[in-house]
């Protein structure tokens, strides 16, 4: 009887220290805010497009780290994005719904713009300039390709153009043998059984 | 012209797996030779029926996985299936030798993903598999026909294929008749009896040269350090391995035996009878080296060596087994993806130390 | 083995520190030279009818032209100026006439294009003399050299074409002891530098002093490789004839590859490495190519810019190789004309070296500043025996070979696996490319091109991550702006209510009217967020 209180005793003790330990180091440790977020939001591309359904990156990043959203919404992320995030979050891979586009850039065709500000506003990251009256362009460096100054413009003078690709930029894309572009399959067959 | 985007370099030194694998095949026929010396057509028998079992199952497993089958003229399944076929004793039956090819290819490689993602040494891994599933058949070793009286003719076909195919009970033999200790075997028995080691060896009747030219008991293809050394210098010489493995594994056994030999000779047996004895030069040469489940990097390879070593001296002494050389291979072959990670070479332009 | 046969490691360290040998890089291959071409002096090559001068035949910023379409130009005439400080301008590489200024394919293995200058070739090949030659080099300024380097539009002939004047600098924290001049030429088929020192040795040594003056070196050295004796004994009967080159030696290296990389030839001569993303200079080190070292010359004691280059034409697949003096902006199609080429059907075009080159899509692109060689290969020349990947057997021979001591099977499988911070962990970024790991691997995997997939993908994520920061930043200024807009607009409304003194009832009832309007508008504002 005794052995068996002592047993008692000794774990009943342990289970004591343990959890004032764990109180004070939820004290100490404590981080303000959700730092899932932001891990989430600083892998996406800042396109603030909308395209996930969600008015903005950092909205989609809250949705994701609250597991209300899946991963794989983001269109301009595109797969790259996605397993980043899958991975971050500890969840399978999920095939993407839409094909991300090539990168694009908006364009005002300035001869037939009347000056009413409407795309200005649009933009969520004040990439077009100009004031009413006056005609307005694309700061093409700060365009983001989220397409969302096309809807508004009242005699539809914008377009979505490609973006160039630069020399400078060309990087070697994987080698055309077969194990290489296996590992691509693979991934993808992985992602859409998830 | 063809508008492969395949990048520098435009020029290749003609190496191939094929031919690697083919070497290292060369460089076994001295042993296997000297296993049909001793062993007569048993050894025959169980190696062409190891190659061909590996051969087989690795077309099934190639096709079945969608690969293309023509992979399996790689020489690397009838590599495998000489190896394993070196490291069984003479008398095993044809079904554990087909099934020890199975597993070696299946368990050993294929599992992993086919050549080249194994962890462990598919040959060691099946032998291991099957020492621990049948201790009784695997640790029976036939008198070799260099025996001064040897207990049944090996070099007759129709034995042999009675004793491969059906067993000994149909030539009204038994194991112990057939049979003789391997000299490791034999001292490890006499020491539980309280015999010391010399004594034990002088009624084995061993003799170091003897041992030397592989005219003794054991697995059929272990016992010529001889022609075995042959073997490795060739491999040495065509690049194949390298010699951190082989000579730090070696040297290391040598080293504790040596020590401990010096402690307490009646327990502990010499170096030279360590050198020669069991598998260690067969699994130096030739398993520790195996490329895929061996460190790739200079300093990996050496702390490789030297854990083969320590474990196959530490096992042989004091553990269950009278042969440690396969399972110290495979416990190490554990540890090479840490291994390698953690003993890269020094990078140029950077200092010595490296933070992982 | 053939090209395999690889020095032990530690019998090397050994042999070393006994000083039985000099310093020796680890790894390396042999492979086969096919230095066909070694026995055949430079010929002229005849100016074609049209050149075509890309705008960027160096590392760096590309050029702005300075010419229109029509305009005569005179050989060595600046065509194009340098926009930024790594640049160097273009010249014209014979007189003639200005008839486009357009996009034309360079040697490029994407096969992508830079706008180019297109001149039509007069045939009267009239110099431009308006750089005066400087024969007392001696007694100018480094400036002035160095300003005489740049405007010559000198870039590394080697191949790397980065620009030449930027490395002649004299920095004080890093003052240079050594000029190297890289005679070694370890790429298979290539003889243009072999040639250039046997048949310009004065002008090589000679270029050799205007660099030590430059920078202020005390020492020289000019290596070559052993394959080259003949070369080697042409640069030291030219050391020998001249009396103010002391301290000037001519070093004899076996025959290795790479033992022309840069960082390797360093260690080789003197036993330093670089350090991990520093230069030669900070170990007191500089080196320079031969050619470069002859173009020095042109330009400083010739006073002519650079319009003309040493190019081998070789290869399994032509009959007729041979060594070619080109003016800059020839189409290579021309040059293989010459070695009577004009049938590419399963030609594989190289420009530079097997090792290093790169494959060109197609033959109608120009020569430029970094056309060491031109290689017509055939499939099986190339290797085309090797082009299925099998799984990596571990064998460790790739390690081997690196000259930098990197484990290429692990990073390979790490590029493959998009795992670049770990690539990055096991030094990706120290890899020179020089494709010793790709040509002893048995399994034929394209290790080279795994990690400039790599690297390429590396630069890629930095950049998107340097511009979708630049986006949050603006899309928060953008929301921030709003905010203040209208908390703004709602501060003005309150003073507005408050300025304004208690109303009678009807003007009280006109009121509301606006005030409703002011409060629906934010409203509607964040309904349609």
């Known amino acids: 009887m005794t052995g068996l209180l002592y047993a008692l005793a000794s774990f009943g003790a342990f289970a004591l220290v343990s959890g004032i330990i764990l109180a004070i180091a939820q004290k100490v440790f404590h981080i303000d805010g959700d730092p899932m977020v932001d891990k989430i939001d600083a892998l996406l591309p800042q396109t603030q497009c909308g395209q996930c359904g969600y008015p903005g990156c950092k909205p989609y990043s809250e949705a994701v780290a609250s597991s209300q959203a899946e991963v794989n919404h983001c269109v301009p992320g595109g797969e790259r994005v996605m397993l980043q995030i899958a991975d971050l979050m500890g969840v399978e891979p999920k095939e993407l719904e839409a094909e991300a586009a090539a990168p694009m850039l908006a364009f005002v065709r300035e001869d037939e713009c009347i000056g009413c500000t409407l795309c200005i506003k649009a933009c969520p990251v004040d990439a077009i300039i100009g004031a009413p009256k006056q005609y307005h362009t694309v700061v093409a460096d700060h365009c983001t390709g989220c397409t969302l100054c096309v809807e508004p413009c009242p005699v539809d003078c914008i377009d979505m153009l490609v973006k160039p690709e630069l020399i400078e930029h060309w990087s070697w894309p994987l080698p055309e043998t077969k194990r290489a572009q296996q590992g691509h399959e693979r991934r993808d067959h992985h992602a859409s059984h998830a | 012209m063809p508008l492969i985007m395949l990048s520098s370099p435009h020029a290749h030194g003609g190496d191939s797996v094929r031919v690697i694998m083919l070497t290292v095949i060369l460089a076994l026929l001295p042993a296997a030779g000297v296993s049909v010396y001793l062993f007569g057509w048993m050894a025959f028998l169980l190696i062409v029926t190891c190659i061909v079992a590996a051969l087989l199952t690795e077309a099934v497993c190639l096709k079945w996985m969608g690969r293309p089958v023509a992979t399996v003229l790689d020489n690397s399944a009838a590599l495998t299936g000489l190896f394993l076929a070196l490291t069984l004793p003479a008398a095993t039956p044809w079904w554990m030798a087909v099934l020890g090819s199975v597993l070696a290819i299946v368990l050993g490689k294929q599992v992993y993903g086919g050549l080249g993602y194994n962890i462990f040494n598919p040959a060691l891994s099946a032998r291991v598999i099957l020492l621990i599933s049948f201790p009784l058949q695997m640790t029976t070793f036939i008198m070799p026909m260099s025996a001064l009286e040897p207990a049944i003719n090996l070099y007759d076909f129709s034995i042999c294929a009675t004793l491969f195919f059906i067993g000994p009970e149909a030539l009204n033999l038994g194991f112990d008749a057939i049979s003789m200790a391997s000299p490791l075997g034999h001292i490890k028995t006499e020491w539980t009896v309280g015999v010391p080691v010399a004594e034990a060896l002088a009624a084995y009747q061993y003799s170091y040269l003897d041992a030397f030219l592989g005219l003794e008991s054991g697995s059929i293809g272990e016992t010529s350090a001889l022609a075995l050394l042959i073997g490795g210098i060739f491999l040495l010489a065509r690049h194949s391995i390298t010699w951190h493995i082989p000579i730090t594994y070696i040297v290391t056994v040598l080293v504790l035996a040596g020590l401990f030999n010096a402690l307490n000779p009646d327990q502990y047996a010499s170096p030279m009878f360590h050198l020669f004895a069991g598998g260690l030069i067969l699994c130096a040469f030739f398993m520790a080296t195996d490329p895929v489940s061996s460190p790739v990097t200079p300093m990996g390879q050496i702390i490789f060596g030297l854990g083969c070593g320590i474990l196959t001296w530490s096992i042989r002494t004091w553990g269950g087994y009278p042969e440690g050389a396969m399972f110290a291979v495979v416990l190490m072959n554990c540890a090479v993806p840490l291994i390698d990670h953690y003993f890269r070479p020094r990078v140029y332009g950077h200092s010595a130390r490296r933070e992982s | ?384 025996a090797h082009t299925v990947e099998q799984a990596c057997i571990r064998c460790g021979h790739c390690s081997e070979a690196c000259p930098i001591s990197l484990v290429p099977n692990l990073l390979a499988d790490q590029c493959r696996s998009e795992q670049f911070e770990k690539a990055e962990q096991y030094d990706l970024f120290d890899c020179i490319e020089c494709g010793a790991c790709s040509y002893v691997c048995p399994s034929n995997i394209p290790l080279v091109h795994y990690f400039r997939y790599g690297k390429g993908q590396v630069a890629l994520q930095r950049r998107e991550q340097v511009f979708a920061e630049a986006s949050r930043k603006r899309s928060e200024a953008h929301e921030n702006r709003l905010l203040r807009e209208k908390e703004e607009k709602a501060a003005r409304r309150s003073r507005v209510r408050k300025t304004h003194a208690p109303k009678t009832d009807e003007a009280k009832a006109d009121e509301t009217k606006p005030e409703k309007k002011a409060a629906a508008e934010p409203a509607a504002v964040e309904e349609s967020k």
């Open chain 3, 1 to 384: 083995m053939k090209g395999g046969i690889i020095m032990p490691a530690m019998l090397r360290k050994i042999a070393q520190r006994l000083g039985m040998l000099q310093h020796s890089f680890t790894g390396g291959i042999h492979p086969d030279m096919h230095k066909v071409t070694a026995e055949m002096p430079i010929e002229d090559c005849a100016i074609g009818s049209l050149l075509v001068l890309p705008m960027k035949q160096h590392i760096g910023d590309i050029c702005v032209p300075l010419v229109a379409v029509g305009d005569r130009v005179l050989r060595g005439q600046k065509i194009a100026r340098s926009e930024g400080y790594l640049s160097v301008p273009v010249h014209a590489s014979t007189s003639g006439h200005v008839v486009k200024i357009e996009e034309h394919a360079i040697a490029h293995p994407s096969g992508m294009g830079l706008p180019s200058i297109f001149i039509e070739p007069d045939g009267l090949d009239e110099r431009d003399e308006s750089l005066i030659p400087i024969l007392d080099w001696e007694n100018r300024e480094a400036t002035e050299l160095r300003e005489r380097a740049r405007t010559c539009g000198l870039a590394g002939l080697g191949g790397a074409v980065f620009p030449t004047f930027i490395k002649l600098v004299q920095d004080k924290r890093f003052p240079v002891e050594t000029v190297i001049l890289n005679g070694i030429e370890c790429e298979p088929w290539l003889t243009n530098d072999h040639r250039l020192m046997l048949e310009h040795a004065a002008e090589v040594l000679e270029g050799m002093g205007i660099i030590k003056h430059m920078v202020g070196a005390e020492s020289g050295i000019i290596a070559i490789e052993d394959n080259k004796p003949d070369a080697a004994a042409a640069i030291q009967q030219a050391l020998d004839d001249r009396d103010d080159m002391d301290g000037v030696s001519v070093v004899v290296l076996p025959t290795r590859y790479p033992q022309g990389s840069e960082k390797q030839l360093i260690y080789t001569l003197t036993g330093l490495e670089v350090p991990a993303g520093k230069l030669p200079m900070h170990i007191g080190v500089l080196c320079q190519n031969v050619a470069t070292s002859k173009a020095l010359y042109d330009a400083v004691v010739l006073g002519q810019p650079l319009t003309e280059r040493i190019v081998t034409v070789s290869g399994d697949a032509l009959a007729k190789p041979a060594n070619l003096r080109v003016r800059l902006g020839t189409l290579m199609r021309s040059l293989f004309a010459r070695q009577e080429l004009e049938d590419f059907t399963d030609i594989q075009i190289i420009h530079g070296g097997p090792m290093m080159g790169e494959r060109m899509k197609q033959p109608d692109v120009p020569v430029v500043k970094a056309s060491t060689g031109l290689l017509a290969m055939s499939a099986e020349a190339m290797g085309a």
